[in-house]
T-cell receptor, first 112, second 115 residues
């Protein structure tokens, strides 16, 4: 089983739509969870951390289910500028675990 | 307040040559991490360094790859005798401590092409 698994997509959605991405991870010792965004041929950029209680940042909502080892990202009212690859990221172990495991990413294309 | 700086942005090497990739961490950061992204793959952890120390190189290929972070100057990732399979994007990140709790800011990367 891969350490972090994501549906690669692509997800093609119209502007204004709501879209959700899911991710599963294999290491139950992981304590830190993130969503990154990566534009074509650019570096990954931290979108948001993911907390057990769930958290929201504007149009973005992240959820974590530790029992199922499952992470989600919901994007509401999609904008053209949201088109990118979304990376699910989990640290290797514990809160002092500095090394991150990256999923391959889910591709999103928002169309006019 | 400059972010993580990497250079060169693009590097072309012939098979058998050496590649040197440089990373200057954010101001005040003494912890540096190197990741590699092969085409169509996710980022993979390579090495974690502090000033003058390699803390974890478990992700580094056993041969031809080395990294350093000297007391003065940038961190260097060195690839000797490059092969086509080394073609990838190499990203560097830095942090003020070794905690993984906060996520990292990455530099813009070096895209290595081996011809």
């Amino acid at each position: 089983r891969k350490e972090v698994e994501q549906d690669p997509g692509p997800f093609n959605v119209p502007e204004g739509a709501t879209v959700a991405f899911n991710c599963t991870y294999s290491n139950s010792a992981s304590q830190s969870f993130f969503w990154y965004r990566q534009d074509c041929r650019k570096e990954p950029k931290l979108l948001m951390s993911v907390y057990s209680s769930g958290n929201e940042d504007g149009r973005f909502t992240a959820q974590l289910n530790r029992a199922s080892q499952y992470i989600s990202l919901l994007i509401r009212d999609s904008k053209l500028s949201d088109s990118a690859t979304y990376l699910c990221v989990v640290n290797k172990e514990g809160n002092s675990g500095y090394a991150l495991n990256f999923g391959k990413g889910t591709s999103l294309l928002v169309t006019p | 307040n400059a972010g993580v700086m990497q250079n060169p942005r693009h590097l072309v090497r012939r098979r058998g040559q050496e590649a040197r990739l440089r990373c200057s961490p954010m101001k005040g950061h003494s912890h540096v991490y190197w990741y590699r992204q092969l085409p169509e793959e996710g980022l993979k952890f390579m090495v974690y360094l502090q000033k003058e120390n390699i803390i974890d190189e478990s992700g580094m290929p056993k041969e031809r790859f080395s990294a350093e972070f000297p007391k003065e100057g940038p961190s260097i990732l060195r690839i000797q005798q490059v092969v086509r399979g080394d073609s990838a994007a190499y990203f560097c990140a830095s942090s003020p401590s070794g905690q993984g709790s906060y996520g990292y800011t990455f530099g813009s990367g070096t895209r290595l092409t081996v011809v």
